[in-house]
T-cell receptor, first 116, second 108 residues
Framework: GAVVSQHPSWVICKSGTSVKIECRSL??????MFWYRQFPKQSLMLMAT?????????EQGVEKDKFLINHASLTLSTLTVTSAHPEDSSFYIC????????????FGEGSRLTVL | RKEVEQDPGPFNVPEGATVAFNCTYS??????FFWYRQDCRKEPKLLMS???SGNEDGRFTAQLNRASQYISLLIRDSKLSDSATYLC?????????FGPGTRLSVLP
């Protein structure tokens, strides 16, 4: 079946640094990918919709200058958390739809970010 | 009103019990419906799609009621390994909206 790979799985960084998370669709093309954030014991929160070849669409309350999204190809989207602060520590998950087949939404394994 | 709402839970049930979760959605233009399972500190994984005619996969049965705009998930003969958070998801256009999830704990 279709697989979405996310990297890195875990990252610890110092406050003020930037962290890049990659999301790849391994065996299908994804014109659209989604980025979520999830705090402990809370539900998935959609941050933005990443569109291949165009600007991402951000949800209300999500700072586009802080969470930079790039979707340069049909199989890769990246999320960069800029000038990270401890409150950015969270579980970030990407997903992509296999729209040419089942339309099913597949998730990456998630990236756990800890900002010291 | 939230777009997708679920039973607040948590549900604590003994092994072998039957448990049902409900999920309601507000957008009548919703096209596709899914149940996902999420284990602690893991990504959600698709449990099953929900079809208009209802569908069954082993101990799991999903139902869709378009008129009342709700979907349900029934788990029979629950196992310890069924303990997880169950998320319903609703799709319209390119939007995928998840419910807040319902936590299930199956107890020995």
């Amino acid at each position: 079946g279709a697989v979405v790979s996310q990297h890195p799985s875990w990252v610890i960084c110092k406050s003020g640094t930037s962290v890049k998370i990659e999301c790849r669709s391994l065996d299908f093309q994804a014109t659209t990918m989604f980025w979520y954030r999830q705090f402990p014991k809370q539900s998935l929160m959609l941050m933005a919709t990443s569109n291949e070849g165009s600007k991402a669409t951000y949800e209300q309350g999500v700072e586009k200058d802080k969470f930079l999204i790039n979707h340069a190809s049909l199989t890769l989207s990246t999320l960069t958390v800029t000038s990270a602060h401890p409150e950015d520590s969270s579980f970030y998950i990407c997903s992509a739809r296999d729209i040419f087949n089942t339309g099913e939404l597949f998730f990456g394994e998630g990236s756990r970010l800890t900002v010291l | 009103r939230k777009e997708v709402e679920q039973d607040p839970g948590p549900f604590n049930v003994p092994e072998g019990a039957t448990v049902a979760f409900n999920c309601t959605y507000s957008n009548s233009a919703s096209q596709s419906f899914f149940w996902y399972r999420q284990d602690c500190r893991k990504e959600p994984k698709l449990l099953m799609s929900v079809y208009s005619s209802g569908n069954e996969d082993g101990r799991f049965t999903a139902q869709l009621n378009r008129a009342s705009q709700y979907i349900s998930l029934l788990i029979r003969d629950s196992k310890l390994s069924d303990s997880a958070t169950y998320l319903c998801a609703v799709n319209y256009g390119q939007n995928f909206v998840f419910g807040p999830g319902t936590r299930l704990s199956v107890l020995p």
